[in-house]
C-alpha cells in the first residue's frame, strides 16, 4: 500500500531543468532513500513533497489525498533539515513544542506529548537548555523530536546527518531507524553517502540529471544496477572493455568466455564488464568458468577488516581488489606480482554510456 505518489512531477528554474517525469510510489512505513550527487534533483523533489518548492506539472498524494497544491503548513508532513534549523533564542522544550503551539494543541497536551518525544529521542535531561549548550548530534535530535512531535504522516528529512563526524553519523543513523520503525511513519530520506543509503532504507532511487535512474531494495541497487550510473555511483567497480565476438562468446581480459543471450543481442554495439572489487581473488583458484591474470601491485591498503588493493595488468589498465586481510598478503609490498581470478558469474555487463542500461 502506497503512503506517498509522485506522477510524472517536473520542475525548471528557467531553462535547467531540475526534475523530469518522476514517478515514484512510497509504502506505508517505509524508509525511503533518494540518493544521488549534488545538483541530481533530490532535495528539490523533497522540497516539493514539503511544499517549499511547487511542481510545475504533475500530483503529489499523501494516502489518497492530493497535496500538490496546497501550502507547506496545510500537508501534515514534518521536516528535518541539514542544518539543524533550531530556533537559538528557544530551549530545548520550547523548540520541540512550538509546531503543537501553532496548532493550537492544549498546553497540557503539548507539555506531555513534549516530554514524551524527549525522552525518547534521550533529550528528556535537556529540557531546559538552550541551544548553544547542545552538541551537533543532539541539536539534531531536537529537529527530528520537532518534526515527529506533530505526529505527521510523512517525514522528511534533507541529509540530516552531513555536518557531523563519522562516527556521530553512524550512531544517529541507527537512531534514526530505530525511531522510523518504532514509529511506523513513512520517512523520505534525502543523502549524496551510498553507504547510509543502504544502511538505512527499505527502498532506494538513485536519482541523476533529474530521473529517477533506479528505485529497488538496497539489494538490488548494490548487486543488480540498472545501468551503468547506478553501477558506477554505489559502490565501487572495475570496468572493462569487452569485445563480442561473432561465435556467440565475448573477449574479457583477454579471455574467451560464453557471452550471455543480452549482450549477444547487443554485439552490434559496444558495451562493457564490470566486477565488484570484492568479487575479485586475489591469489585464489576459481570454482567455476571465469578470467585469471597475472598483475603487479601498485598500492595496498589495510584498513583492519579488509584489505584493498590497485594491481596492473599488463594491457588492460588497472584492477581494484578488496579482500580479507590475512598477515601475509598485508605483507606483499607494492612491485610484487599477484594473481587475480574473476567468477564469469560474477560480471555484469552494461551498454556503453554514462546511462548504458543493464544487459545481463
Known sequence: MSQVQLKNIKK??????????????IGLGSFFTLLGPSGCGKTTLLRAIAGFHRQDSGEIYVGEKSIGQLPANKRNVGMVFQDYAVFPHLSVFDNVAFGLVQQKVPAAQVKERVAAILKTVHLAQHAERMPHQLSGGQQQRVGLARALVIRPK???????????????????R???????????????????????????????????????????????????PANRFVATFVGSNNFMPVAVRSDGELELLGTRLPAPPAVREHASASCVGAVRPEKVRVNQALAGPGVQVRGVLRQSMFTGRELQLTVEVEGHGTLDALTAPDEAIVAIKPGHELQLGIQASDVLYFAEGETGKLLS
Not at 13 to 20: E, I, R, S, T
Not at 197 to 222: E, F, K, R
Request: net charge negative; aromatic share 10%.
Open 12 to 25: 525548471s528554474y528557467g531553462n535547467y531543468v531540475a526534475l523530469k517525469n518522476i514517478d515514484i510510489d
Open 154 to 172: 510523512v517525514l522528511l528529512m534533507d541529509e540530516p546527518l552531513s555536518n557531523l563526524d563519522a562516527k556521530l553519523r553512524i550512531d544517529l
Open 174 to 224: 541507527r537512531d534514526i531507524r530505530q525511531l522510523q520503525q518504532e514509529f511506523g511513519i513513512t520517512t523520505v530520506y534525502v543523502t549524496h553517502d551510498q553507504e547510509e543509503a543502504l544502511a538505512i532504507s527499505d527502498q532506494v532511487c538513485v536519482m541523476y540529471d533529474g530521473w529517477a535512474q533506479q528505485v529497488g531494495s538496497p539489494w538490488a541497487i548494490y548487486n543488480q
